[in-house]
């Protein structure tokens, strides 16, 4: 059976490197396509290329799932037209051994998939960020018009509202807006600075203008007399130094997709986000899909063997690869309804990232019972048949 697990083991992982070979390429080329769009002045053609090969590994993990199947059907396939199948199933190996030993062959694939979740996708997200700040001004996540907001508690035991208009990267930032409130949510003090940057647990602003409001301005303007001090003051400061919860790394984390952020660092933007009773949903289902990802490609094996087994002694390799595109598809479709339905319909977040995935299990699996009880049945009436004809 070693001999046999190696042999399987090639096809598959031959037939998968070809697959994601021709999809990542596909995709690249359509979103190279794209980008050119871009390509001026400040983006040069051989910059558009950087900025694309580092977008390899995010392909690379978005398409390893389906490329998996789609590789496996096809390989399952051959062995199943050649009749290699066959054999397996005559010298006495069960569907579910068959199915266990592909399980083993996808275990180096499992760890090589948490390598590429957890260390390669972010580090490379990470410099592909930093370079379309450098290179466009700009970058992808979750920026709205009027730049990034943070929100944090302060020494005082009040809030702080933290608007950054530019991310230049390695924590250092450009326009600056600080709103400081008391614990009764009245506004402190408003502060504009023109650059800063966050190391240490410390964010140092330069070039500032500090508003500072005294604390009750509506008593101060309750009667028709004019206040001895003045209600706000204005204050211009060369710098300024304040305690903060935000790390660059806490920076970074605002920029990048949750999926595509290692665990640890989606586990700290989490405890980050919690401790400022700021909304995590999004970022504890993709926390518990990255958990669930490299899993995933257990149950794309598992889909993938009874479509290889089905029909063994006919072959059809085409249309069991067609059928292994639907199906790869469909667990992509499903995938994005369960997120989106999870996210309207407030479900647990593990259930949002592990319906799809065991879903597909259970009918894979319900599939493999029924075409081996199909086969067992198979042999026992045959079995009859030459006990009928010898008697």
Known sequence: MRTARRYIAREIYRSTTIILVALVGLFMFFALIEGLDQVGRRLTLLNLFYLQALDLPNHLYELLPIGLLIGSVLALAGLAQRHELTILRASGVSGLRLLATLWLITLPLVAGAYVLSEYITPAADLQGSESRLALLGRTEGGRLSSGYWFKESDAQGGDRIINIHTLNGQGHVAGITLYEFNRDDTLRSFTQAKAGQFSQGRLDLHDLTETRIQPRPTSALADAHVPKDPIATVVRLSDRSIRTTLTPERLIARILTPERMAIYDLLDYIHYLKA???????????????????????????IAAPIGFMQTRRGGVGPKVFIGIILGVGFFMLNQLALNAGTLGNWAPWATALVPSLAGLSLALLALLAMERRHHLSLWLRQRRLERRTS
């Open 276 to 302: 400022n009773h700021l909304q995590t949903d999004r970022q504890e289902v993709a926390l518990w899909r990255k958990i669930a990802y490299p899993f995933t490609l257990l149950v794309m094996m598992t």
